[in-house]
């Protein structure tokens, strides 16, 4: 007998989608919601349902707000050991339950939690994962999931499958997928699952936990993103960039030469191991377009360039460019900026 | 205390194509480094060494070329270098990876923490230390950027998106590390030198790992690569303004409120 015929079994054939509904503090995680709408088309193509499986302590209230989101099914693991998220308890809740129901797909964020979580768990039902994935299908002759991730410092895009292994694992990085629109008219069931300690040596112990300082909206949320790279030299330019950033009301991330100097937290750092944003405006100021940094942003409504060399790639997929002394073309644009907001000021 | 190290040789940035005809990864000749973040984790394990007097194992699964990485380690300062190298493995996934460096780390015995990378550069996955910890049945703290080791347990810090986290976990128990955790020494010259010469790098195959070959069972990656290929970024018409920085600075807010960005 084959290892593929041992490990799917009679694992199969129900066109079941499981999305793990991410959450902290009571709040979904957005790509949760983003997963859920992709994965009520994959569920469509499989003719199959969508199910959420929620885990938290005092979160029972989200499960409708899941199902308004797309879920059919919630399961439901509320209870004080779930509180804050802790590896052993999770991965045993969320492979006890698919080893009960056996999904054809299992989903995450590729979150910190998800990237903790989707790992153990794919270890222990020994199955195939693919981390980081942009997009998401099912292959019409076999009905495999296609999972497409960027490869190689992100100048490649690769497409995986797992044919033989159960269920199909993938974490999904945020803001490429959309959620689906919020319909509170939706009705599915909230099914209950019984929750085991886990082992007591696999338990860390939380001693102290420190939000991250400052209004820090998310990047990937913002209209407008100003980006920092290598060009604008030094600490007290970057403040002034900072500067740029709050005339326009915009987000500031960072190529990955400016977030390893310590200016700006990872999670706003731009490219192939950093975030993906689409804003309506990207001013990237000082980058000089690396497909590590590019392929994070390329999707952006309106990408303006600013840089002193000419020939730099950025200006290759912008659309407008200016060819100067960054930090010079920042002072301007402040300048002109606060000059437009003391006109305005009698309008507004 | 024992360490043991994973450590991964990953191609020095930009040199990775693939083939066109294959869609197989062209890895040979090509030059290879330790992963920043496996460097890291070693250096940890090197301090650890200093303060307790751990004994450090470095631990890599690769072609015959990984062998250099393994040299780099013990210049650094590792006590053991350990290789598992054969054509069974190639091409293996994160899951069969994780199997492979399970089998060999049970045969190691005895151990009391392992440091691994967070992710790989090439791969980018963040996947193998995770799985490793399930396989051998340990405690996993992942992106840790900070740590402390006693007795029967470790504290660590974590970043995480939410901000940070210390945290505590006994041993024996498995970390994956960040850049931010240290800066990796450089080996002096003569350390190199007798790295080169004098050490020993041990290769293990299938065979000394107690994998059997005739069942494929555990050699098999679940997942498989269905298609590469490189993208296009959207072309677009840009617009380069040119003239004074002003006079160029007013042009770009003019079209950018004309096109209601701003």
């Known amino acids: 007998m084959t290892s593929s015929s041992d490990m799917k079994g009679n694992w199969e054939g129900r066109g079941m989608v499981w999305v793990f509904a991410e959450q902290s503090d009571g709040e979904l995680a957005r790509v949760s919601l983003e997963i859920l709408g992709r994965g009520q088309e994959l569920a469509k193509a499989l003719n199959g349902q969508v199910w959420a499986i929620l885990l938290g302590s005092g979160v ?105 292994h159960r269920p199909q694992m993938a974490t999904v990085r945020q803001g490429v997928l959309q959620p689906c629109p919020r319909d509170a008219s939706r009705r599915g069931d909230i099914v209950s699952l019984s ?5 007591e040596n696999l338990r860390l112990r939380i001693l102290k936990k420190a939000k991250r300082a400052g209004q820090d909206s998310s990047p990937q949320e913002a209209r407008v993103v100003v980006a920092c790279g290598r060009g604008i030299g030094k600490l007290e330019n970057f403040r002034k960039l900072e500067e740029l950033a ?103 | 205390m024992n360490v043991i190290v994973c450590i991964k040789q990953v191609p020095v940035s930009g040199t990775v194509s693939i083939d066109p005809r294959t869609g197989a990864l062209k890895r040979e000749n090509v030059p290879g480094v330790i992963n920043p973040e496996d460097l890291c984790a070693l250096e940890e394990a090197l301090l650890l060494k200093q303060k307790h007097g751990s004994r450090v194992t470095a631990l890599s699964m690769g072609p015959p070329q990984a062998e250099g990485a393994l040299r780099e380690a013990l210049a650094m300062g590792a006590d053991r270098a350990v290789l598992l190298c054969d ?15 399970a089998q060999a780390i049970r045969k190691l015995g005895g151990f009391d923490l392992i440091l691994c990378g967070k992710q790989s550069a090439d791969g980018n996955t963040a996947q193998v230390g995770p799985e490793l910890a399930e396989r051998l049945g340990l405690p996993q703290v992942t992106s840790v950027q900070r740590l402390e080791v006693y007795q029967e347990r470790l ?108």
């Open chain 1, 60 to 164: 029972t209230g989200l499960s409708e707000e899941l199902i308004y989101r797309g879920a059919d099914k919630v399961l439901l693991g509320d209870g004080p050991t779930l509180g804050d998220y802790d590896t052993s308890i999770y991965c045993r809740a969320v492979t006890d339950a698919a080893l009960e129901h056996k999904p054809d797909i299992l989903l995450m964020g590729a979150t910190d939690i998800g990237r903790d979580l989707a790992p153990r768990v794919a270890a222990r039902l020994g199955t195939g994962l693919t981390a980081d994935c942009v997009a998401l299908d099912i292959e019409q002759e076999t009905g495999l999931l296609l999972q497409t991730k960027r490869g190689y410092s992100g100048n490649m895009i690769l497409t995986f499958v797992c044919p033989d």
């Open chain 1, 195 to 199: 929750i085991c300690p886990g082992q």
């Open chain 1, 246 to 348: 709050q005339s326009l009301g915009a987000a500031v991330v960072a190529t990955k030469e400016i977030t390893d100097l310590g200016w700006l937290p990872e999670g706003h750092m731009v490219g192939q191991t950093g975030i993906t944003v689409k804003p309506e405006l990207y001013i990237a100021c000082g980058i000089s377009g690396a497909i590590q940094h590019t392929s994070g942003m390329w999707g952006s409504g309106i990408i303006v360039a600013i840089n002193k060399d000419p020939k730099a790639e950025i200006f290759k997929i912008a659309d407008y460019g200016i060819v100067g002394d960054v930090n010079e073309v920042i002072g301007a644009l402040i300048e002109e900026l606060d000059g437009l907001k003391t006109g305005w000021g009698g309008c507004t």
């Open chain 2, 87 to 101: 054509r069974a493995f190639a091409g293996s996934d994160t899951l069969v990876t994780s199997y492979v460096l």
């Open chain 2, 155 to 262: 504290e660590a810090e974590r970043a995480v998106e939410s901000g940070l986290q210390w945290v505590e976990a006994r041993l024996p128990a498995l970390i994956t590390v960040t850049r931010r955790i240290n800066t990796p020494r450089q080996p002096s010259v003569e350390a190199i030198l007798v790295a080169c010469r004098e050490k020993e790098v041990i290769t293990w195959k299938t065979d000394d790992l107690g994998i059997d070959t005739s069942s494929m069972r555990f050699l098999e990656s679940p997942t498989r690569m269905a298609a590469a290929w490189v993208p296009e970024p959207r072309k677009r018409e840009g617009e380069m303004l040119a003239g004074p920085t002003k006079e160029a600075v007013r042009t770009l807010l003019e079209r950018l409120r004309q096109r209601q960005v701003i």
